[in-house]
């Protein structure tokens, strides 16, 4: 598993009967992991142009879930931290830009997940920089 920054090259061997299992749909792993949201930008590493920063997710598959919003995080040394409101999900991606701006040199990170009611999805997270 690499950051998906990071070039595919020279991958690690793995032996195969050590506990990779397919997972059927139904299993409760996996309808945790279908429910953890897919961050897009800025990418976990990655460095970014000082100034506003929009936090861009990919939308869940989840159709059991009718009123699914999702819920954004920002947090950053002078930035302090910041939670956006529930967000409806846009048509394929979710954006949101937190008041805060990101500075040079200065380390990130932000986290969304997705709510739906009393639910709450699991939280995926970022780590990034602003460009030098």
Do not use: C
């Amino acid at each position: 598993i690499r950051k998906s920054n990071e070039k595919p090259e020279k991958p690690n061997t793995y032996q195969l009967n050590m506990g990779v299992i397919k997972l059927e749909a139904s299993h409760p792993h996996s309808k945790l992991l279908k429910s953890l949201p897919r961050p897009l930008s800025p990418e976990e590493g990655s460095t970014v142009e000082p100034g506003r920063v929009t936090l861009v997710i990919e939308n869940l598959g989840l159709t059991d879930r009718k009123n699914l919003k999702y819920v954004f995080e920002f947090q950053g040394p002078q930035a302090g931290e910041k939670t956006s409101i529930p967000i409806p999900p846009g048509k394929e991606k979710t954006e949101w830009s937190p008041t805060q701006v990101v500075k040079a040199g200065e380390k990130y990170t932000w986290s969304v997940w997705a709510v739906d009611g009393d639910w709450k999805g699991p939280v995926a997270g970022v780590s990034f920089e602003g460009k030098k």
